[in-house]
């Protein structure tokens, strides 16, 4: 149980002090406990505590909503507010699906995911997500939906350092869905730059702007989910920004208030969003939207936590500290059973050969010795991630990669 937090440490219900290695569950990008967004938190709950997001507006909404325009990819130029991930991926869909039958193409409806993605676990999200497990329990999902094949290769690709270099080719499987169903019926591809809850998956060397080439081409839109990658995970604002690839429309949740209020935005560029603009004044444009979309108290953490970014150049840590985050890391490449590990910017995933007949087991066994020797990371089966604040010191890192090590060694024997 996590009772309290500050900078980059937990407080555990057993008096612990845990070095938070996943900056919560990616989201706490400017580290724990930062006065100034709490502050601007209580504020705003004093001055302006909501106002409904239809018909009315309030200022601190357009503010925010302009200066995150000035940090995101060029033409992605309008938000639109949500609560979390999953609901910035549903209005993503939902945007796609209403921009194509807007301009007169309503034949496009089939959406493209890939195996392994993650977007959320709303009906949308599930359908074009790639993970088995949150898929299993619930049904057909969406239908029309087709997955791109994933692009770990732990043959080719082990223990690369940044982007791999082998895989660019696995795009073209694009093409082939486009010739199965005809570029006429499909609407989107909603990919993350690089796959979070799939097991921490980089995109390899060139793999973006060929999907960015395909779908241009066809006149399908490029989403990409940044609910993990958005605010300086791996360097700069955005991955689309690092990778130097646009997408037409941008998801985002999580370090947008560094976690601390629940809140979450779509980007849209400038073509699609005055596709929905052509009516009159008295016209609704898009009949979508959240009682709690562009909350005030979440605009002010939002802006709190924007200054802070900016304040202290948070979007160029991951890229500061990229060298030393992988070189600590991959000095446990000799270790027993890690057969991959894997890094971009300031996120990194560890895996392990599984015990046999028991997938995960060994995993828990170094997730638990590193919780109780002080450090957090993530335990997703037999991939351990890593996704500290942005605010970590080299230190840090190295108490991080010694209680992995004695873990990985413990977990072994
Ligand atoms: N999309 C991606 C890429 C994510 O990593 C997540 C959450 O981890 C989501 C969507 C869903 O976000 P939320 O849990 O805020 O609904």
């Keep these: 149980m996590l009772t309290s937090a500050e900078g980059m440490y937990y407080q555990d219900d057993k008096g612990r002090s845990v070095l938070d290695g996943c900056a919560g569950l990616w989201c706490v990008n400017a580290g724990h406990g930062r006065k100034e967004i709490s502050e601007a938190v209580a504020r705003q709950v004093a001055k302006l505590d909501y106002a409904p997001p239809f018909q009315m507006g309030h200022p601190l909404a357009f503010e925010f909503a302009e200066r995150l325009a ?5 033409k992605l130029n309008h938000v639109f507010f949500t609560n979390s991930g999953s609901e910035s991926v549903e209005t993503a869909l939902k945007i796609a699906l209403g921009y194509h039958r807007l301009k007169g193409d309503a034949t496009r409806q089939r959406l493209i995911g890939r195996e392994r993605g993650y977007h959320g676990v709303n009906f949308g999200g599930i359908s074009v997500g790639g993970i088995g497990n949150n898929r ?8 029309g939906i087709d997955h791109l094949p994933h692009t770990l290769n732990i043959n080719l690709n082990a223990f690369t350092k940044g982007l791999p270099e082998h895989g660019v080719e696995l795009a073209d499987a694009l093409e082939q869905i486009i010739a199965l169903h005809d570029a ?11 796959s979070g809850s799939g097991g921490v998956i980089m995109p390899p060397q060139g793999y973006l702007k060929r999907l960015r080439e395909i779908t241009r081409k066809h006149g ?31 998801t985002t949740a999580k370090g947008l208030t560094n976690g601390v209020i629940p809140m979450g935005a779509v980007f849209v560029s400038d073509e699609i969003h005055d596709a929905f603009m052509t009516g009159p004044e008295s016209m609704i444009e898009l009949f979508h939207g959240y009682t709690y979309s562009g909350h005030p108290v979440a605009c002010a953490a939002g802006l709190a936590a924007l200054d802070i970014y900016e304040k202290e150049n948070l979007f160029d840590r991951a890229i500061e500290l990229e060298d030393k985050f992988a070189e600590s890391l991959l000095s ?50 037999d991939i351990l991630a890593m996704s500290p604040p942005l605010i970590i010191e080299p230190a840090h890192i190295d108490q991080m990669v010694s209680a992995l090590r004695e873990g990985i060694l413990l977990a072994s024997n």
């Design 220 to 250: 399908i839109l490029l989403i990409f989910d940044e609910v993990i990658t958005g605010f300086g995970r791996v360097g700069k604002a955005f991955a689309s920004t690092r990778w130097g690839v646009e997408p037409d429309i941008m």
């Design 184 to 194: 006429s019926n499909i609407a989107a591809v909603i990919v993350e730059p690089m």
């Design 136 to 143: 299993k329990m619930f049904g057909a999902g969406l239908s």
């Design 332 to 381: 446990m490449k000799e270790l027993p059973n890690v057969i991959d590990i894997r890094n971009t910017g300031l996120v990194a995933a560890i895996e392990l050969a599984p015990e046999t007949g028991k997938p995960g087991e060994r995993g828990h066994k170094v997730f638990k010795h590193c919780y109780e020797n002080g450090v957090l990371v993530r335990w997703t089966g």
């Design 70 to 74: 000035e940090i995101a990819p060029e």
